[in-house]
């Protein structure tokens, strides 16, 4: 009668879990296009990219910092088409304290973007608010910035990852990064191919699976 109460309990639980929307999530690294700096900070650069539900997709960009610099622009190349760009509005922004972002950023294009075939898509991109350009930009290690985009009909969250990590760049996501270093110099950087982070439901599964069998075996 226990065991049966406990294999009930367990489905029960598996099944409020399962209620919840899990929602997957993906994290980029950066690749710099320019060699202004002499200290080249990709390895401190992410954009996770998740699906928000809605018909949305979020993009969080954090810097993870050990060498001084700020995220100021972000651009998006929506050459696949795969974001609507006449959604209203055409992206939500998010951050955390000590950054501070606007729709539309200036100048309008990633910067050497051309060597490297990025084609900045108008209408899409953000950056950090003046006066203070660098540090209302993402400077530090707890700050981040989050930008939450709509798809164009008939694409889905996997389209974007697909997209972000096809050889034909259908989906590209640029950043300029300033005071960077010693010299105070900016670069250019594109994303480059993911790896995963499970969505939190699935880790949460897992644990539960695993508790089961633990159970299960103090039983026997």
């Known amino acids: ?5 406990i294999k009930v309990s367990f489905v ?6 399962m209620s919840f929307q899990v929602y997957a999530a993906e994290t980029f690294g950066f690749m710099r296009i320019t060699s202004n700096s002499p200290e080249n900070v990709a390895g401190q650069l992410f954009v ?7 018909n949305e997709v979020s ?6 910092v050990g060498i001084a610099s700020s995220i100021t622009d972000v651009y998006f190349d929506n050459r696949g088409g795969l974001l609507d760009e006449s959604a209203d509005p055409v992206m939500t922004i998010a951050s955390s304290d000590g950054a501070a972002f606007s729709v539309l950023a200036t100048p309008g294009s990633l910067p050497s973007q051309n060597p490297v075939g990025f084609d900045t898509t108008q209408g899409l991109s953000a950056d950090s608010d003046s006066p203070g350009t660098s540090a209302n930009g993402v400077d530090g290690a707890i700050e981040w910035l989050t930008l939450t985009l709509t798809l164009s009909p008939n694409f889905s969250y996997n389209d974007v990852i697909n997209a972000l990590n096809s050889t034909t760049h259908d989906l590209w996501v640029g950043l300029h990064v300033q005071s960077i270093g010693s ?4 670069d250019g950087y594109v994303n480059l191919p993911s790896y995963v982070i499970p969505a939190p439901g699935a880790v949460l599964l897992a644990g539960l699976g695993t508790t089961m069998v633990g159970v299960l075996r103090r039983r026997r």
């Open 48 to 54: 996770t990219v998740s699906d928000a539900g809605n």
């Open 59 to 64: 993009f969080r960009f954090t810097n993870n």
């Open 1 to 5: 009668m226990e065991m049966r109460f």
């Open 12 to 17: 029960l639980l598996v099944c409020a879990v």
């Open 183 to 186: 010299t105070g110099n900016s």
